[in-house]
C-alpha cells in the first residue's frame, strides 16, 4: 500500500512505525491515536500480522508485542525525519505533507531522507528520557576509526539537513553535537547522568543574530530583501540558542568570515559579528 495515498491516518503505519524504532507496540498508542477499543486495536494488530506476513510475540513481562526475527516494512519510510515527525507532532503521511505531482501547480523540492538504524536510535532516546548513558562507538572527521566513548544525550537536532544528537561526552568532556550517521554502535550503560540539558552552557544561552540586506547592495536592492525577510527597520532579529548559531548561518546561507564577491549571491550578512563569535566553534 503506498501511502502517499492515504487521505486519514492509517493503523498500520502506526504500528509499524513504534515496532520499527521501539521495537514494539501495545494497544495504548492506538487506542490513543484512534480514539478506539482495547479490543479494536487488538483487532488492528491481527490484522496487520495477517496482512504483512511480520510475526508478532507478545511479551507479557513487557506487557507488548515484538516482532520475531527482522521487521519487513510495507508502510513505513525507515526515515529518521518520519519518527521524529510522529513523536515531536504527531504527523501521519497524508496528500497535504507531500510534495503534488508534476500535474499540480505547487511542488517544493524535497531533501534526501536521511537514515539511521534503530538500533542506534532506540538506546539514544531511552537514554534521553531516562537521563542516563550510553556506551557507544562514533567515527569523527578527524580519526579514521570509530572511537569508543560514553556519552549522555539530552536533545535531538535536525540541522543543515541532517540529524545529530547533543550529548556531554565524558572523553572530551565538555557537551558535543554527534551525527547519528556516524555512530557505528550504541549500546544503552545506564549510568545517571552527572551533567544533563540544564548545564549545556551553549544549549541554555540564547542570542540574538541580527541579519541585514549586504551593504553593498543598492537602496532598491536592499528594499527588496528587507521585504522578502519581513524585516523591521532594515534588520531581522532571530533568537536562537548559542549552540546552533552556526547551523542557522549555515542553513540561511550566512558567510561571517569572508563575503561572497557577488553582493547579490551573498544578499545577507550579520550584523553582530561581535556577539555570535564566542558561539561559531571557530
Known amino acids: 500500500m503506498d501511502v502517499r495515498q492515504w487521505g486519514t491516518p492509517h493503523p498500520n503505519w502506526l504500528i509499524e512505525l513504534l515496532l520499527h524504532w521501539e521495537g514494539r507496540i501495545n494497544a495504548a498508542p492506538i487506542m490513543d491515536v484512534f480514539n478506539v477499543t482495547r479490543q479494536t486495536a487488538g483487532k488492528w494488530l491481527k ?4 496482512e504483512t506476513g511480520n510475526v508478532l510475540i507478545y511479551d507479557a513481562k513487557d506487557k507488548a508485542h515484538h516482532v520475531q526475527g527482522a521487521l519487513q516494512p510495507h508502510y513505513i519510510r ?17 496528500r497535504a505533507t507531500m510534495p503534488v ?3 499540480g501547480y505547487i511542488t517544493r523540492i524535497s531533501p534526501p531522507d536521511r537514515f539511521a538504524s534503530s538500533s542506534i536510535i532506540l538506546p539514544l532516546c531511552t537514554a534521553i528520557e531516562q537521563k542516563t548513558a550510553v556506551d557507544c562507538e562514533y567515527l569523527s572527521i578527524s580519526s579514521s576509526n570509530p572511537q569508543g566513548r560514553l556519552i549522555y544525550p539530552h536533545t535531538f537536532v535536525k ?3 541532517r540529524w545529530h544528537v547533543r550529548a556531554y561526552c565524558e572523553v572530551r568532556d565538555t557537551f558535543l553535537d554527534f551525527v547519528l550517521s556516524r555512530f557505528q554502535n550504541v549500546e544503552y550503560d545506564g549510568k545517571p547522568a552527572n551533567y544533563t540539558q540544564t548545564d549545556d552552557v551553549y544549549w541554555t544561552t540564547f542570542v540574538d543574530i ?3 540586506p549586504d551593504s553593498r547592495l543598492n537602496s532598491q536592492q536592499k528594499a527588496i530583501i528587507e521585504h522578502d525577510y519581513g524585516m523591521t527597520n532594515g534588520q531581522l532579529v532571530l533568537p536562537t540558542r548559542a549552540a546552533l548559531v552556526k547551523y542557522t548561518l549555515d542553513d540561511l546561507q550566512v558567510k561571517t568570515k569572508m563575503l561572497d ?3 547579490q549571491a551573498q544578499q545577507l ?7 555570535i563569535k564566542p558561539w561559531l566553534y571557530d
Open 101 to 103: 505531482d508534476k500535474n
Open 78 to 94: 525507515g526515515a529518521i525525519d518520519e519518527y521524529f515527525d510522529w513523536r515531536q507532532l504527531g504527523l501521519f503521511p497524508n
Open 210 to 212: 541580527l541579519l541585514a
Open 269 to 275: 550578512i550579520c550584523v553582530n559579528y561581535a556577539d
Open 261 to 263: 564577491a557577488n553582493p
Open 159 to 161: 540541522a543543515s539537513n
Open 47 to 50: 490484522a496487520y500480522q495477517d
